[in-house]
Structure formats: structure tokens, C-alpha cells
């Protein structure tokens, strides 16, 4: 078959970016707010995670951190073992994910189909399931020869990832026309790559990090989270002296709501993270008039089928009924503990 003339990718992880920029013109009711979506559940892996996931492995690649033969063990709650498993499958690398039992377990059938070998940690070490698969993690370093650890969690290719794209195919879309940044923080490298970019750029955007009820991120106090991928419960290394404009926490059911009004008023799917990201921009609605607002979503509803979108699971693990959710979603007042853009917190864990 002839391809002269046919243009592109060559392979699958050079269709890792460029991901769609929506506007929505639906979620909220403040039509004075223009607010634009980043999709990156569009990726090949399915989430935004597949960008640093490629940066990672091709920067190991190139300084011979990793050779023939070299198994990658990482921790994850599902995304990055997702674009990890992705990337060292097209590369020919073994690769271990540890996970515990939070993780999506459509995420974990994924990582298998794409040859991942699942390690879970079934307990909390020091209360944190995040200090338990760090602990896996360095004792399979040990067992393993030779081996190497991405390190999401301190790892500046991950941060970078975001910087040469995400911020930069929206600032690009935008030509640097927009007023905040919204991302759900879990290691903190999206929303590090964005801020950086942004700031060497002299943009006006104010970069707001939405974080979880019950994260040790921002100074938080651990608690019981059921969202995978938002908040964490121990501060990782690229979190440590972060400073961003805004800091907003949701809870797990601010998560489930923004979801399930993003079904009902845009016709799109999205996860957990997003749904807290998105419910946090509806809250602020009111004082966000005249503002353009970006919101960057992490990964798709179709992985959270079993949860967000669940109602046994929602009243399992959060005590609200179905016809309260759908009350919230029509807009009945459900205040957040800090849901207001006067505030400016510098991360400082």
C-alpha cells in the first residue's frame, strides 16, 4: 500500500499530547465566565499522565539510566502506571506497578493487558497507603537487578512533561489570553510544569491547586480520601517549598458532583480529579464573572464507572443518596470549606 504523501505518528507514543481545548458552555450558569476544558483523557493512555510517563523513560533512556533488560517500578494509583506500562511495553522493558487498594481496578486490568506485573500493598504504613508502596517500591529496588525507579513523586522530567506541553498547547490555543488555571494536585508535576511556564512567560494567570479533604499537601491533615489521583498522603519530594496563587480542598463528594453535572449538561465523561477541579471552578462561579478560567482534566468517567458514577458506591462510601446528588446538581447550595478566591496560600507542607 503506497503511503506517499501520508502524514503521521510514528508510533503510538508520539500521539501522547496536543489533546482538545473545549469550551463549555453548559456546566455553568454564570454565562459571564468563558470556561475552556483540556482533555486530556484524549492521550493514547488515557490520561494526562501519559506525558510525563514518555518524558521519563526517553530522559532515562538517553542518560543510560535505564538499558536492555532493566525492569521500571513505580507507584501509582493507576494513571502513571497506565502511560509507565504504555511506554515501557513499546520499549521492551519490564515494568512492575505498585499499587494499593484504592486503584481503579479497570486501571489494573489495563496495566496487565499492556504486560504490567501488579504488586499490591494491602495496609497503610503510618496511616498512608502512599508511605506503604514507597516502602514495596525500594524493597523490589533492592530485589531487582537492574532496575530503575521513575519517581514520579520527585522526578523533575515530570514537572518538564507539562511545561514543553500541556501549558504550552493551551497557551498556545489561547495566545495567552486567560485569567486562572485550575488542576487537581496529587504529585504536584502538572501543576509545577503550568506555573513555570507561565511565569517565565509574564502571564497574568493565577494558577489554582485543588486538593483534597484529608491531603497532607498545602499543609493539610490526612484523612480518609476514596478520589485516586487527588491529594496525597504524605508530601512527595516536587511538593516540598511549591507556592502557588490559590489553594481550594474539595471533598470526595464534590468530586462525584461535578462528574455526574458534567455528564448531564456537557455529554462528557470525566474523572474523579476532573470532577473536583470542575465542581470548584462551579462554586467560585460567582466570582469568577468576566474571567476566563482554564481547567486542565486528568482522565476519563469510563475508569470510574464502578465508583463516581456508581450509586451504591456513592452511598457506600460517602452517605449521599441519589436524589441528594441530583439536588446539589440543581444547583442547591453545598458550601466548601474554603471556596473563595480571596485567599492566597503559599504551599508550604
Known amino acids: 500500500m503506497a503511503t506517499s504523501g501520508v502524514t503521521g505518528c ?3 507514543l508520539e500521539a501522547i499530547g496536543e489533546t482538545p481545548l473545549v469550551r463549555l458552555r453548559r456546566f455553568l450558569d454564570v454565562p459571564e465566565v468563558a470556561l475552556f476544558a483540556k482533555l486530556e483523557a484524549c ?9 510525563p510517563a514518555r518524558q521519563m523513560i526517553e530522559h532515562a533512556l538517553d542518560c543510560g539510566e535505564i538499558e536492555e533488560g532493566t525492569t521500571v517500578i513505580e507507584s501509582s494509583s493507576g494513571n502513571m502506571g497506565i502511560g509507565l506500562a504504555q511506554a515501557c511495553r513499546y520499549y521492551g522493558l519490564p515494568f512492575i506497578c505498585v499499587v494499593d487498594p484504592n486503584a481503579q481496578p479497570q486501571n489494573i486490568q489495563i496495566m496487565k493487558a499492556l504486560g504490567a506485573q501488579i504488586e499490591m500493598v494491602q495496609k497503610p504504613l503510618d496511616g498512608s497507603y502512599l508511605s506503604a508502596r514507597w516502602h514495596r517500591v525500594r524493597e523490589l529496588l533492592r530485589k531487582i537487578k537492574p532496575s530503575f525507579w521513575p519517581n514520579q513523586y520527585a522526578n523533575q522530567q515530570n514537572p518538564l512533561a507539562h511545561q514543553l506541553g500541556t501549558i504550552r498547547e493551551i497557551d498556545h490555543a489561547l495566545s495567552g489570553d486567560f ?3 485550575f488542576v ?7 501543576i509545577q510544569g503550568c506555573r513555570d511556564y507561565l511565569r517565565q512567560r509574564g502571564r497574568r494567570a493565577k494558577v489554582v491547586a485543588v486538593d483534597a479533604v484529608g491531603s497532607m499537601l498545602f499543609g493539610g491533615t490526612a484523612g480518609t480520601r476514596k478520589i485516586p489521583g487527588l491529594g496525597a498522603g504524605r508530601v512527595p519530594q516536587l511538593a516540598v517549598g511549591q507556592e502557588f496563587d490559590l489553594v481550594q480542598r474539595v471533598r470526595d463528594i464534590d468530586c462525584v458532583i461535578g462528574c455526574r453535572r458534567m455528564a448531564a449538561r456537557e455529554a462528557i465523561l470525566v474523572g474523579g480529579s476532573a ?7 462551579h462554586t467560585l ?3 469568577l464573572a468576566g474571567k476566563t478560567c482554564v481547567a486542565i482534566l486528568h482522565d476519563s468517567g469510563t475508569r470510574y464507572l464502578d465508583t463516581v458514577f456508581s450509586d451504591e ?13 441530583q439536588e446539589y446538581m440543581n444547583d442547591r447550595p453545598l458550601s466548601l470549606s474554603n471556596a473563595t478566591l480571596s485567599q492566597e496560600v503559599a504551599a508550604s507542607p
Do not use: F, H, M
Open 10 to 12: 510514528d508510533g503510538i
Open 43 to 51: 492521550n493514547p493512555g488515557g490520561s494526562a499522565k501519559d506525558r
Open 179 to 181: 485569567d486562572y488555571l
Open 184 to 190: 487537581a494536585t496529587s504529585s504536584t508535576g502538572t
Open 275 to 281: 470532577g473536583g477541579v470542575l465542581q470548584t471552578i
Open 285 to 287: 462561579s460567582s466570582q
Open 313 to 325: 458506591w456513592v452511598i457506600r462510601e460517602t452517605g449521599y443518596l441519589p436524589q441528594e446528588i
